[in-house]
């Protein structure tokens, strides 16, 4: 259960954080401030897997539309994978998302759209950089080193998103104690430093709410870490990068509504501070965003 004593007792607890500022930068020429605005990331899946069938696009064609409306719907960036993260989705290897990605990467970028592309491989990242991405959406740490001083020479910015694992297709349990952000402060603070040492100056992190953890796949649990990690999000913030989440989607409860759980989550998400809102409801976060006041056209 949430109630007023509950965001009470935690902004009372942290309230030294509650202030915090982070860095603000251009991304691809636009300027995003991130202490006086959100921002909104579109979904696109090139990937017949993802399970969110209105953000699937499977030719370079349906995906530049939804990327130009995503756009129009008020998404500053627009966020592609080529392998859904899902547990039981089929692998995709390097070839096979370059494929996927490459054509889209580059008509969208034609038409000034943003293009932010989630990957964990170097070789993907490097061509769809080449291609016009301006975002690389990091969803694992092995070859972090190298995928750091890739966005540095393409003067990219960064999404690390908080995955223990090699991957997000190579987890298993997750490890968290009672506060999720005192071990995410930690890894991050860590990845932050290792990239800005590569160069990188433009950085956001994500705790990654949405990923298949297997001791998370008890709907109960899983939603509950959500709802804490959201509210305590300002937290993070004390590191000086702005915080991306991803929107989930907690099917067990919305189930035919399940539209309508994204925009759900974003009022706690903002409630947290969060800087860019990575969701597949691009009009309905918005308007949610607009109707608490903290959204600025």
Same mark, same amino acid.
């Not at 953890?213 to 990690?229: A, E, H, I, P």
């Given at each position: 259960?949430?109630?007023?004593?509950?965001?009470?007792?935690?902004?009372?607890?942290?309230?030294?954080?509650?202030?915090?500022?982070?860095?603000?930068?251009?991304?691809?020429?636009?300027?995003?401030?991130?202490?006086?605005?959100?921002?909104?990331?579109?979904?696109?899946?090139?990937?017949?897997?993802?399970?969110?069938?209105?953000?699937?696009?499977?030719?370079?064609?349906?995906?530049?539309?939804?990327?130009?409306?995503?756009?129009?719907?008020?998404?500053?960036? %627009?966020?592609?994978?080529? *392998?859904?993260? +899902?547990?039981?989705? @089929? #692998? =995709?290897?390097?070839?096979?998302?370059?494929?996927? $990605?490459?054509?889209?990467?580059?008509?969208?970028?034609?038409?000034? %759209?943003?293009?932010?592309? *989630?990957?964990? +491989?170097?070789?993907? @990242? #490097? =061509?769809?950089?080449?291609?016009?991405?301006?975002? $690389?959406?990091?969803?694992?740490?092995?070859?972090?080193?190298?995928?750091?001083?890739?966005?540095?020479?393409?003067?990219?910015?960064?999404?690390?998103?908080?995955?223990?694992?090699?991957?997000?297709?190579?987890?298993?349990?997750?490890?968290?104690?009672?506060?999720?952000?005192?071990?995410?402060?930690?890894?991050?603070?860590?990845?932050?430093?290792?990239?800005?040492?590569?160069?990188?100056?433009?950085?956001?992190?994500?705790?990654?709410?949405?990923?298949?953890?297997?001791?998370?796949?008890?709907?109960?649990?899983?939603?509950?870490?959500?709802?804490?990690?959201?509210?305590?999000?300002?937290?993070?913030?004390?590191?000086?990068?702005?915080?991306?989440?991803?929107?989930?989607?907690?099917?067990?409860?919305?189930?035919?509504?399940?539209?309508?759980?994204?925009?759900?989550?974003?009022?706690?998400?903002?409630?947290?501070?969060?800087?860019?809102?990575?969701?597949?409801?691009?009009?309905?976060?918005?308007?949610?965003?607009?109707?608490?006041?903290?959204?600025?056209?």
């Amino acid at each position: 259960m949430l109630s007023l004593e509950d965001l009470s007792k935690i902004a009372e607890t942290h309230s030294g954080d509650l202030a915090a500022q982070v860095a603000t930068f251009d991304i691809g020429g636009k300027s995003f401030d991130f202490n006086s605005n959100p921002h909104l990331m579109g979904v696109i899946n090139l990937s017949p897997d993802s399970w969110y069938r209105e953000s699937v696009c499977l030719t370079k064609q349906a995906a530049v539309e939804r990327g130009l409306t995503l756009q129009k719907q008020g998404a500053a960036l %627009v966020d592609l994978g080529a *392998e859904s993260s +899902l547990l039981d989705a @089929a #692998r =995709a290897d390097d070839a096979l998302q370059k494929s996927r $990605l490459i054509p889209a990467v580059s008509e969208l970028s034609s038409h000034d %759209v943003l293009v932010s592309v *989630e990957t964990y +491989l170097p070789s993907v @990242a #490097r =061509a769809c950089l080449e291609a016009g991405a301006k975002v $690389l959406n990091i969803t694992g740490l092995k070859h972090a080193a190298e995928i750091y001083k890739l966005a540095a020479a393409h003067e990219a910015a960064l999404i690390i998103c908080h995955v223990q694992g090699s991957n997000v297709r190579e987890v298993s349990n997750l490890q968290f104690e009672n506060d999720p952000i005192i071990e995410m402060s930690e890894y991050f603070e860590r990845e932050t430093d290792a990239a800005a040492k590569a160069g990188v100056s433009r950085i956001m992190v994500d705790p990654g709410l949405g990923f298949y953890y297997t001791n998370l796949q008890d709907s109960g649990q899983r939603v509950g870490y959500q709802m804490q990690t959201f509210l305590n999000t300002f937290r993070l913030r004390r590191l000086g990068w702005p915080v991306c989440h991803a929107l989930p989607h907690a099917f067990e409860y919305f189930k035919e509504e399940v539209r309508c759980a994204e925009p759900f989550f974003a009022v706690l998400a903002a409630l947290g501070k969060t800087s860019l809102f990575r969701t597949h409801e691009v009009p309905k976060t918005r308007a949610v965003l607009e109707t608490m006041g903290v959204w600025k056209t």
